[in-house]
């Protein structure tokens, strides 16, 4: 199986587990899931290797990215559905909601951390595709880190949170998946 084949899997697995649970931690419960779908389909399709740990490492990251962007997108609407006198019939307090949107930006910062450092052990040859997505990692890295630290230490509203998400989200996406067309069609 693929990378973008294990990662779409495991988004669909989060989303119906999502779906189907209405407990406070669906969330969680839903990442656990998807990661346990990550782990499966990798070891089936790459074995126990450092590759395997990097493709699953990676997809992880991506998938906390897509779920945080869509846990804050939910926050905002929360946020603008309260301040307009419509209070839905949303389970969750704002507060727990914010809390949630730090672990998964903590994590994503560690998924991210974790691919880089075993995309870094997989590297054979040094050649230009394997440097645009250390750079563009990096830069993720970066992006991501700095909208944690704002959000946890500098009271970084949540709309700069998302732009900071959306940004990073962005060069995960370039760094694995436009790279090849990028590189081969104008490089």
């Known amino acids: 199986m693929s990378f973008p084949v294990i990662t779409l899997i495991a988004l669909l697995s989060y989303f119906i587990s999502r779906a189907l649970l209405k407990s406070s931690k669906q969330v969680y419960v839903g990442l656990s899931l998807a990661l346990l779908m990550i782990i499966g389909l ?51 307090s704002v507060e727990r909601e914010y809390n949630e949107i730090f672990i998964l930006i903590g994590l994503g910062l560690g998924g991210i951390v974790l691919s880089l450092i075993s995309g870094l052990m997989v590297l054979g040859e040094l050649d230009l595709e394997l440097i645009f997505k250390i750079v563009f990692t990096a830069f993720a890295l970066i992006i991501y880190m700095l909208t ?18 959306i940004l990073s989200f962005a060069m995960v996406l370039l760094a694995y998946f436009g790279n090849s067309i990028i590189l081969i069609n104008y490089l």
């Open 42 to 92: 990798t070891i089936y399709s790459k074995g126990i290797s450092i590759l395997g740990l990097h493709i699953s490492a990676t997809s992880f990251s991506i998938v906390i990215l897509i779920v945080t962007f869509i846990e804050t997108t939910l926050l905002e609407r929360h946020i603008t559905k309260i301040k307009k006198g419509e209070i839905g019939s949303n389970a969750k």
């Open 148 to 165: 944690f630290l704002g959000v946890k230490y500098a009271n970084l509203k949540v709309r700069y949170a998302v732009r900071g998400t």
